[in-house]
Nanobody, 121 residues
């Protein structure tokens, strides 16, 4: 059974900050990567940032230096700290989990329900 529970998001003025969190529950599998994607109005879903089981991070060029992804010591909660927010950061933010059975024997993914982030004056 796999479950992702997202929290955070909301509305903020340009230049403000918001934080997102996502708790992943996986039975019988290991977490490989947790990440955040977003879907801006009228656009396709896109990568924001990911963090792997060993702590390696990856960012979209549009958010690097403004957003920070991190995870807790247990590795099942991922955070996204968003600073210096811009109107173009507005969208629905989705948590994504990549999990595996064994060590790469089989890989699977799951998505959270999404949380709205609105940046507007």
């Amino acid at each position: 059974q796999v479950e992702l529970v997202e929290s955070g998001g909301g509305s903020v003025q340009p230049g403000g900050s918001l934080g997102l969190s996502c708790v992943a529950s996986v039975s019988g599998y290991s977490i490989n990567t947790l990440g955040w994607y977003r879907q801006r109005p009228g656009e396709e879903r896109e990568l924001v940032a990911t963090i792997s089981y060993n702590g390696r991070t990856k960012y979209s060029g549009s958010v690097q230096s403004r957003f920070t992804i991190s995870k807790d010591d247990a590795g099942n909660t991922v955070y996204l700290q968003m600073n210096s927010l811009k109107p173009e950061d507005t969208g629905i933010y989705y948590c994504k989990l990549i999990y595996e059975y064994g060590f790469g024997i089989s890989m699977h993914d799951a998505w959270g329900q999404g949380t709205q982030v609105t940046v507007s004056s």
